[in-house]
C-alpha cells in the first residue's frame, strides 16, 4: 500500500535551515509528481513546492521561491524539501504527496520561533 512517511520537523530560530525528507513506498516513485504542502495554524492546506517525474522540473509557491528547494532522489523513493532563510510565517505541518495519489503523510512539524 501507498505509503508516505515525513521527517525532519522541528524548533528553529527565525533565519534558521531544516532539510525535510518524505520516504515514499507502494508506488513507482519514479513516475510521479511529487509535492510538498503546508498547513500553517488556521489556514487551509497550500502547495509549496513541486518536482515533476521528467526532468526534475520544479514549481515553488511564491512565499517560499528562493528559500525552499525541492529535490528528489529516485533511487531511494524520496522527495526532499531543503528550507532556508526560515520566517515564523513558515510554522506548520509540512506533508508530502504524489500529485495524482489521494493519499497523505502523517506530516511533520516545523516551528520557527525565538
Known amino acids: 500500500q501507498v505509503q508516505l512517511v515525513e521527517s525532519g520537523g522541528g524548533l528553529v530560530q527565525p533565519g534558521g535551515s531544516l532539510r525535510l525528507s518524505c520516504a515514499a513506498s507502494?508506488?513507482?516513485?519514479?513516475?510521479?509528481?511529487m509535492r510538498w504542502y503546508r498547513q500553517r495554524p488556521g489556514k487551509e492546506r497550500e502547495l509549496v513546492a513541486q518536482i515533476r517525474s521528467i526532468g526534475s522540473i520544479t514549481n515553488y509557491a511564491d512565499s517560499v521561491k528562493g528559500r525552499f528547494t525541492i529535490s528528489r532522489d529516485n533511487a531511494k523513493n524520496t522527495v526532499y524539501l531543503q528550507m532556508n532563510n526560515l520566517t515564523p510565517e513558515d510554522t506548520a505541518v509540512y506533508y508530502c504527496?504524489?500529485?495524482?495519489?489521494?493519499?497523505w503523510g502523517q506530516g511533520t512539524q516545523v516551528t520557527v520561533s525565538s
Open positions: 507502494g508506488f513507482t516513485f519514479s513516475s510521479y509528481t
Open positions: 504527496k504524489a500529485q495524482t495519489l489521494p493519499h
